[in-house]
Nanobody, 123 residues
Framework: QVQLVESGGGSVQAGGSLRLSCAVSGYISSWTCMGWFRQAPGKEREGVALTNTNSNSTYYADSVKGRFTISQDNTKNTLYLQMDSLKPEDTAAYYC????????????????WGQGTQVTVSS
C-alpha cells in the first residue's frame, strides 16, 4: 500500500512563503502523475499543481501560476510545492495525490492521497 505523507503547512501572513513536502513510500517514479490539490471550507477540492514524473511537464491552476512551483526529488522520493507570495485565498487544506496514468484535473482519477496539511494565510 502506497503512503503519502504531507508536511510543511502552517500559518503565514500574506506575501509570505511556505514549502510543502510529500514523502512517498516507494519510488516516486512509479506514479506517472503526482500533484497537489487543495480544499477550502465549503468548497470543492481543486487541482493546484500537477507534474508528470517522467517528462517533468507541469500544470498550474491559473490562481497560482507564477507563485507556486511543483518539483520532485527522486533520490528522496519526495514531492514539493513551493508557495510564494501567498494570499488569504490560498488558505486551505493541501493534499498530495498520485496517479498511475497521465495527469488529470479530476480528483476522482487519483489512486492515492495523503492526509492533508493545513495552510492558513492571514491578511
Amino acid at each position: 500500500q502506497v503512503q503519502l505523507v504531507e508536511s510543511g503547512g502552517g500559518s503565514v501572513q500574506a506575501g509570505g512563503s511556505l514549502r510543502l513536502s510529500c514523502a512517498v513510500s516507494g519510488y516516486i517514479s512509479s506514479w506517472t502523475c503526482m500533484g497537489w490539490f487543495r480544499q477550502a471550507p465549503g468548497k470543492e477540492r481543486e487541482g493546484v499543481a500537477l507534474t508528470n514524473t517522467n517528462s517533468n511537464s507541469t500544470y498550474y491552476a491559473d490562481s497560482v501560476k507564477g507563485r507556486f512551483t511543483i518539483s520532485q526529488d527522486n533520490t528522496k522520493n519526495t514531492l514539493y510545492l513551493q508557495m510564494d507570495s501567498l494570499k488569504p485565498e490560498d488558505t486551505a487544506a493541501y493534499y498530495c495525490a498520485a496517479r498511475g496514468g497521465g495527469c488529470r484535473l479530476d480528483q476522482g482519477e487519483y489512486h492515492f492521497w495523503g492526509q492533508g496539511t493545513q495552510v492558513t494565510v492571514s491578511s
